[in-house]
């Protein structure tokens, strides 16, 4: 049974695990998605965390930090909305956006205007002039109807 004297002397881990050296809502993000009803059960969860015996670390300054950061653990699950989709956008240049929060931020892909046109040239079809013709060849329908093959004007 559960005894609220102890409750200070004692975590619920077997060992202590160290800080992870991060805030809560430091990058990279990430979404995950569970039903709204475990919440509940997750901050209960999470609520170990808070317990002081359950980390490495020792300094009274250090120890505070780490516990203000669970808090903000605690309210970021407590608080959590439901996951936005991303959405993507073509821009007038042909630059390539995208937005995590229902279209009010846009970022770019990374590259995009770079490497998208390498991209389409290197699997672009091709209509190569070859000797004797002094205009493209019209192309012609093959029998299995899969690739197309140039023939001499008739």
Request: proline share 10%.
């Amino acid at each position: 049974m559960w005894d609220p004297d102890r409750s200070y002397k004692q975590s619920s881990y077997r060992e202590t695990i160290p800080d992870p050296g991060t805030a809560p809502g430091d990058a990279p993000l990430v979404c995950i998605q569970i039903n709204a009803s475990w919440i509940p059960y997750v901050i209960g969860s999470t609520l170990q965390l808070a317990q002081p015996k359950a980390w490495t670390t020792t300094d009274p300054t250090a120890l505070a930090d780490l516990l203000g950061r669970v808090t903000d653990l605690i309210a970021r699950i407590g608080t959590a909305e439901v996951c936005m989709a991303p959405e993507f956008r073509l821009t007038t240049g042909c630059g390539l956006q995208y937005s995590l929060d229902g279209g009010t931020t846009w970022l770019d892909f990374a590259d995009w205007a770079t490497n998208f046109p390498l991209c389409v040239r290197s699997n672009q079809a091709r209509v190569v002039m070859q000797a004797g013709y002094d205009h493209p060849p019209i192309p012609e329908w093959t029998a299995g109807g899969d690739d197309w093959v140039y023939a001499p004007d008739p």
